[in-house]
């Protein structure tokens, strides 16, 4: 208030809006990325300590030496390696097919011309507003019609194309393949075939390995469909074994459940160490703005 | 002077945005009726194909038929199902385990979904300071959470909320609260449910936020406190507006997932029967239950269909909501 006009209207072009950050918002900040690690954190000391540890009060807060065992025990339970080889071959083809197949949908809705094209975009987001519970009772129906109960076919085949995937990549080669580009390839005499190789892909590589990205996690977390289809242990999923984990050995042993549990997670965090940064700019880059 | 100035400015940036929707509209193949190339057609079709097909017999033809199926006393040992009308229906509206799920889902979906949209705006409003520092750091964090299966983080929560050894229970008795028992009583699994939802997505959703904030032109916020608007009063005047459609996505979203709430009930509880007195038995998991464990197909394709008429109707709701708030807010 006693500032001079001078100094009143520098402020005022700085913005009360964004002045600096208090200690609180640093708080609160460092309370999240707290919040964020600790059930992973405390996966591992429930899984590394003994029953006795964990039953006490106050309960062991540090990580024990007997995750080696618990580990045994859980691969006494379930054939956890089988298990996260089916979900790593299985989330890798959907991945692929689903970038493939959305980068081609998501081109020819971006940037090509054809009749009803408006249309079939509305078309493609309205079906993401369908439960997916509605259908449900018949879709499985339906796999036992094509003998694909007990399958990864019934897991594969349903995923290789979404709507998500075609409208995240839509507005990908929207907003990253200027027109101009697609105008003189088509001037020089470039078929879309071309196009699509040639300018689109390079273009929007680095957006189909984020998508490629979720669809693995989606796939790598995903449990009610797998858990209906699977029936052999040798064919489940890593969720799938989980839930078989939790339903056996529930009440009776935490520490199994809570191994398992960190051996499904483990190699996500891990993952996610290397590719967290582009999957945050991913899913900043897939909002709806405005 | 200066006054003038920023209105050319202004005009100048005002000229140019013109231009650009101008131009984006003369590129917009249906803005004027137009002749299609037959062959661009052609290779357009062929790439949108694939996904209306898987759609057609695995999202589509399912859908219709479960309708069908609603109709029977299906059972998928016997070979010849017999139709009985609209009996599924008539036993649906007078279960009870159903209206104690559709209970429990509404619940958990406000306890999951209106909290945590308060955080990821507050989250997201201290992110996008420009003094803020690591901030690569603060939105990896955020996100960590959201990669995680749903199911390893029901048995990690389901221990940390634990009635005896819980680490939940036991910090609040150190300041003298508890113990709750966060699976037997009601309400508590419920917040117990929404806890994992919310410590799962708020991350996420508070990127989605961050990215509709840092679309909003800082000439709003400029003139804003040209006008001597205080910082809650732009808060409220400018940013959220601004966020309308954002925050309705996330409702609509939230909504559906909400609906389909399943691995932290059936891991909390163990089985599909949502808790001893099915305290939080949710819709997806009463379907579920249906097909795998009671083997009764027509019944659970008729709450398959009992949960869509929740879901348009709450759509409805929120559009009709959402659009007299944005009249308000607009004006």
């Not at chain 2, 898987?54 to 038929?65: D, E, H, R, T």
């Given at each position: ?21 208090s200690p609180?918002?640093?708080?609160i900040?460092?309370?999240i990325?707290f ?7 405390w996966?591992?000391?429930v899984?590394?300590?003994g029953q006795?540890?964990i039953a006490r009060?106050p ?14 025990a ?11 080889l ?8 959907i991945a692929f097919a689903?970038?493939?197949f ?9 940037k090509?011309s054809?009749p009803?094209r408006k ?6 987001v ?9 259908g449900?009772?018949?879709?499985f ?8 109960i ?18 995240w990549?839509?507005?990908?080669i929207?907003?990253?393949?200027p ?12 078929g879309?075939m071309?196009?699509?190789r ?8 680095p957006?189909?390995?984020?998508l ?7 796939t ?11 029936n052999?242990p ?5 969720q ?11 009440g009776?042993?935490y520490n ?12 996500l ?15 900043m880059d897939?909002?709806v703005?405005? | 002077?200066?006054?003038t100035?920023?209105?050319?400015v202004?005009?100048s ?6 231009r ?7 590129d917009?193949p249906?803005a ?5 190339d037959?062959?661009e057609?052609?290779?357009a ?5 694939p996904f209306?097909?898987?759609?057609l ?5 399912p859908i219709?038929f ?5 109709f029977f006393?299906?059972?998928p ?8 009308g609209?009996q ?13 799920s559709?209970?429990n889902?509404?619940s958990?979906w ?6 945590q ?5 507050g989250?997201a409003?201290?992110?996008r ?6 901030r690569?750091?603060w939105?990896t964090?955020?996100?960590?959470p959201?990669?995680t ?5 029901a ?16 910090l609040?008795?150190h ?13 508590p699994?419920?917040?117990a449910?929404?806890?994992m939802i ?9 990127l ?12 709003l916020?400029?003139?804003a406190?040209?006008d001597g608007?205080s ?10 507006p ?10 609509i979203?939230g909504?559906?997932g909400?609906l ?23 819709l ?7 097909v795998?464990v ?7 394709a ?12 709450i ?6 909501i ?7 807010g607009?004006k």
């Amino acid at each position: 208030m006693t500032a001079t006009p001078v100094e009143a209207k520098k402020r005022r072009r700085k913005g009360k809006y964004f002045r600096g950050l208090s200690p609180l918002s640093y708080g609160i900040l460092l309370f999240i990325a707290f919040a964020s690690f600790f059930p992973f954190y405390w996966m591992f000391v429930v899984a590394s300590n003994g029953q006795d540890v964990i039953a006490r009060v106050p309960p062991a807060i540090k990580p024990g030496h007997n995750f080696i065992n618990e580990y045994h025990a859980v691969l006494e339970v379930v054939p956890f390696g089988r298990t996260m080889l089916n979900t790593v071959v299985i989330a890798l083809i959907i991945a692929f097919a689903q970038v493939f197949f959305s980068a081609m949908a998501g081109f020819a809705f971006a940037k090509l011309s054809f009749p009803g094209r408006k249309f079939l975009v509305v078309f493609v987001v309205a079906t993401m507003m369908l439960p997916s519970q509605l259908g449900l009772v018949p879709l499985f129906m339906m796999m036992d019609k094509f003998n694909w109960i007990d399958n990864f076919k019934a897991l594969i085949v349903p995923a290789i194309v979404t709507a998500f995937g075609v409208f995240w990549m839509r507005q990908v080669i929207d907003a990253q393949v200027p027109n101009e580009l697609l105008e003189a390839a088509k001037i020089d005499g470039a078929g879309v075939m071309r196009m699509f190789r040639s300018i689109i892909v390079p273009v929007i590589l680095p957006s189909a390995f984020v998508l490629g990205l979720f669809s693995f996690l989606a796939t790598w977390n995903d449990y009610l469909w797998p858990l209906l289809i699977l029936n052999s242990p040798e064919h489940y999923t890593v969720q799938v074994a989980l839930t078989q984990l939790n339903t056996q050995a529930y009440g009776i042993d935490y520490n199994i459940v809570m191994a398992g549990s960190f051996m499904a997670t483990a190699p996500l965090v891990l993952l996610f160490v290397f590719v967290g940064r582009r999957l945050v700019a991913g899913v900043m880059d897939g909002a709806v703005k405005g | 002077m200066t006054s003038t100035s920023a209105v050319d400015v202004d005009r100048s940036k005002r000229g140019r945005h013109q231009r650009e929707r101008v131009k984006i509209k003369s590129d917009h193949p249906n803005a004027k009726k137009q002749k299609y190339d037959k062959a661009e057609s052609r290779w357009a079709f062929l790439f949108i194909s694939p996904f209306y097909v898987i759609f057609l017999i695995f999202g589509l033809a399912p859908i219709i038929f479960s309708v069908a199926v609603s109709f029977f006393n299906w059972n998928p040992l016997e070979e010849q199902q017999t139709f009985i009308g609209l009996q599924n229906f008539k036993d649906l509206v007078i279960d009870p385990i159903f209206w104690i799920s559709v209970r429990n889902t509404f619940s958990i979906w406000f306890f999951s979904t209106i909290p945590q949209m308060f955080m990821a705006i507050g989250i997201a409003s201290i992110l996008r300071s420009p003094k803020l520092r690591g901030r690569v750091f603060w939105q990896t964090m955020l996100l960590l959470p959201n990669i995680t299966s749903a199911i390893a983080i029901a048995v990690v929560f389901g221990q940390m909320f634990g009635r005896d050894f819980g680490i939940i229970n036991i910090l609040l008795s150190h300041i003298n609260r508890g113990p709750v028992d966060w699976i037997e009583n009601t309400l508590p699994s419920h917040i117990a449910i929404a806890t994992m939802i919310t410590w799962r997505w708020v991350g996420y959703n508070s990127l989605i936020f961050l990215a509709s904030m840092n679309a909003i032109s800082k000439d709003l916020y400029e003139s804003a406190d040209l006008d001597g608007a205080s910082r809650f009063q732009q808060f409220r005047y400018v940013t959220l507006p601004q966020l309308k459609n954002t925050i309705t996505f996330m409702v609509i979203v939230g909504t559906i997932g909400g609906l389909q709430v399943f691995a932290e009930p059936a891991t909390l509880g163990g089985s599909y029967d949502g808790g001893t007195s099915n305290q939080f038995s949710t819709l997806t998991l009463y379907l579920f239950k249906q097909v795998a464990v009671n083997g009764t197909y027509g019944y659970a394709a008729a709450i398959g269909i009992g949960i869509t008429v929740l879901v348009v109707i709450i759509s409805a709701i929120n559009f009709f909501i959402t659009r007299r708030i944005s009249g308000e807010g607009s004006k």
